[in-house]
């Protein structure tokens, strides 16, 4: 944002700092906290000529926001209203040996680090021994998600965790510091977050559990989650203390403890289970208790004004929907609240600022604030608050937050009818949340109003096989083909699947060559190697399909299928005792299957 260097005469200058909240995300500066109190602020008291500007950072980090603050302080800041809370762990850092300061040292070295005094006396103890204390961080935001697959390359750290948190504490008191410097008042706000709409970005066992607990682990969440969807709660509980005991700090399990038991209205323990679950996310992209404990100790220790954000939000909820667990009736996503949620935030941090009088305030009244609602109604645009949704949702998508991306493609379609990329994203979501009929429905209407949509046609192809409609999904398989450059790894997945649909469909000849080429770019893959041998038994080259068969299973031998058919191939050729060896392997795979049974007994019978 803009603003003149030199402060005109009677004008007061607040300067918002801190990560998306404060930027406005996902919408605009005119519907964030600070849009609202630029509105306000005039409104009750008009002793002074407002200046509000948004100086929130998208992913900024404490760290970053002492840089911007140092900045401002440079321009006669009468104000800082600091939120920053949520982003800490989502950089990727390097801490080179940071040490546990005892908290006297941190509020000196808050004091002293700009200072050219401390400056040499930091270069006095550092000489001849290498520098234990210096941070490394990079030189711009350096997200690990945009560096990832979603939050793949996070693991468990607590030490990495635990610098984090000290390093926040540090930079806390950096920004109280550098505020008074300039002679500005600042108040902090607590953070809040969405948890009971928002599963953890993710979760880890404990790596030193036996093998066979980690498979009774998965046994028993798996059964929660099959009962839980199944409206059995209480089974669902069950099965999730039951998993709890062999590893209770698994995020996603703690999130679904919470879903129980707030589906079963008890609230109290179904708050400490999301709690846990925020706190023991490996990806935590939501403030943990350590975050907000930090800066309730800071107000604490330095008499700082402070508005309690989550605290207000929790007494909001508990009178409108008798509890105080926050969810997506506040926040369109993990952390990001709905505009009406921005402006209650504006005024709370009105209230809070005549509390410290800060301001003369004269109260609002609610024709004041609606007047002001619908002043910034009117300047905001349909189509770009649908384009922010879409993104959102996108955004989401790709981490793999496939509940929570699905009501956000739902509202950017009532802003952004028709929209591709919305269809496409709550498609996809509704198919990996086992709605597949629904998925199927929108996947329809996305290809008849736009048919060349390629990033579709392939997922949409690999639904319909998996539902063994492969009729529907062959033309769409080699549109797609046709569609992507030679040497593609898109156009390669669209020829195995074609393939596969061929094979399936009995057209041999048409399948061969196709996964001949998958086979010959990625010969790893045992999938292309069974529906390949599928296709050289289907055209008489037995010998052929068995080589390839025996192929597949030294990549995956614990393929019931694969012993099964090449077992048959083995009996028509009677080579019965090896027909029987991979009949046998295949019943201790499958130990249910009827066919299996009859093929061995035919075989047995044969070699009597």
Same mark, same amino acid.
């Given at each position: 944002q803009r603003f003149v260097a030199k402060k005109r005469p009677g004008t007061r200058r607040v300067f918002c700092v801190g990560g998306s909240t404060t930027?406005? /995300?996902?919408? !605009?500066?005119?519907? %964030?906290?600070?849009?609202?109190?630029?509105?306000?602020l005039p409104m009750v008291d008009d002793s002074s000529n407002w200046e509000v500007i948004n100086a929130g950072g998208v992913s900024y980090a404490s760290y970053r926001v002492t840089k911007v603050m140092e900045e401002l302080a440079e321009y006669e800041p009468d104000l800082f209203v600091v939120y920053s809370a949520h982003n800490e762990f989502l950089e990727h850092r390097t801490y080179a &040996?940071?040490?546990?300061?005892?908290? $006297?040292?941190?509020?000196?070295? %808050?004091?002293?680090?700009?200072?050219? =005094? !401390? #400056?040499?006396? +930091?270069?006095?103890v550092g000489r001849g021994e290498p520098d234990t204390r210096r941070i490394l961080l990079p030189a711009e935001v350096d997200e690990l998600l945009n560096h990832s697959i979603g939050p793949t390359d996070y693991h468990r750290d607590p030490i990495w965790k635990r610098n984090v948190i000290e390093h926040? /504490?540090? @930079?806390? #008191?950096?920004?109280?510091?550098?505020?008074?410097?300039?002679?500005? &008042?600042?108040?902090?706000?607590?953070?809040?977050? @969405?948890?009971?709409?928002? =599963?953890?970005?993710?979760?880890?066992?404990?790596?030193a559990l036996p093998v066979d607990q980690q498979n009774e682990f998965t046994h028993w969440?798996?059964?929660g989650i099959q009962q839980s969807s199944a409206g059995q709660h209480a089974e669902a509980l069950k099965a999730f203390n039951a998993a709890a005991q062999i590893d209770d700090a698994h995020a996603g399990l703690q999130y679904q403890i919470g879903k129980s038991l707030f589906d079963l209205r008890q609230y109290e323990d179904a708050s400490a289970a999301f709690n846990r679950a925020v706190n023991e996310d490996i990806c935590p992209l939501r403030a943990t208790s350590e975050i907000s404990l930090a800066i309730r100790t800071l107000v604490q220790t330095k008499a700082l004004p402070v508005v309690d954000f989550e605290q207000r939000l929790r007494a909001d909820c508990q009178s409108r929907f008798g509890h105080q667990i926050l969810g997506e009736e506040y926040f369109l996503d993990h952390v990001h609240p709905r505009i009406e949620v921005h402006?209650?935030?504006?005024? !709370? $941090?009105?209230?809070?600022?005549?509390? #410290? /009088?800060?301001? @003369?305030?004269?109260?609002?009244? &609610?024709?004041?604030?609606? %007047?002001?609602?619908?002043?910034?109604? +009117?300047?905001?645009?349909?189509?770009? @608050?649908?384009? =922010?949704?879409?993104n959102l949702a996108k955004v989401l998508h790709w981490s793999g937050k496939f509940s929570e991306a699905a009501p956000r493609a739902l509202d950017a379609l009532k802003l952004l009818p028709d929209d591709p990329e919305s269809i496409y994203v709550l498609a996809d979501c509704l198919y990996q949340?086992?709605?597949t009929d629904a998925a199927i429905a929108r996947y329809d209407h996305l290809l008849r109003t736009h048919p060349l949509y390629l990033r579709a046609m392939l997922p949409y192809a690999e639904l319909l096989v998996e539902q063994k409609q492969f009729q529907r999904a062959k033309p769409l398989l080699e549109t797609a083909i046709g569609l992507h450059q030679p040497d593609h790894p898109r156009q390669f997945r669209g020829k195995y699947f074609l393939g596969q649909v061929h094979a399936e469909l009995g057209e041999f000849e048409a399948a061969i060559p196709l996964l001949q080429q998958v086979h010959d770019a990625y010969p790893e893959q045992p999938a292309t190697?069974?529906?390949? &041998?599928? #296709?050289? +038994?289907?055209?008489?080259?037995?010998?052929q399909a068995i080589q390839l068969y025996r192929a597949a299973l030294a990549l995956d031998p614990n393929h019931a299928i694969t012993h099964q058919r090449i077992g048959l191939l083995l009996l028509q050729g009677r080579e019965v005792e090896q027909a029987i060896q991979h009949f046998e392997a295949a019943l201790r795979l499958d130990p249910d299957n009827v066919s299996l049974r009859q093929n061995l007994t035919i075989a047995r019978q044969l070699i009597q």
């Open positions: 930027f406005g /995300r996902p919408y !605009w500066d005119a519907t %964030s906290y600070c849009g609202w109190l630029r509105e306000l &040996a940071m040490i546990d300061e005892p908290s $006297i040292l941190i509020d000196i070295t %808050s004091t002293l680090y700009k200072t050219r =005094a !401390w #400056s040499a006396l +930091s270069r006095l926040y /504490r540090l @930079n806390l #008191s950096r920004l109280v510091d550098i505020a008074r410097r300039s002679g500005a &008042a600042i108040v902090l706000i607590t953070p809040a977050a @969405n948890e009971k709409d928002c =599963a953890p970005f993710k979760s880890e066992l404990d790596a969440y798996d059964l402006q209650q935030l504006a005024i !709370w $941090i009105i209230e809070q600022l005549a509390e #410290s /009088r800060l301001i @003369n305030a004269d109260t609002l009244t &609610a024709a004041e604030i609606a %007047s002001v609602a619908d002043r910034i109604q +009117s300047h905001i645009d349909p189509r770009g @608050n649908g384009i =922010a949704l879409r949340t086992g709605r190697l069974f529906y390949l &041998a599928q #296709s050289k +038994s289907g055209v008489g080259q037995d010998d």
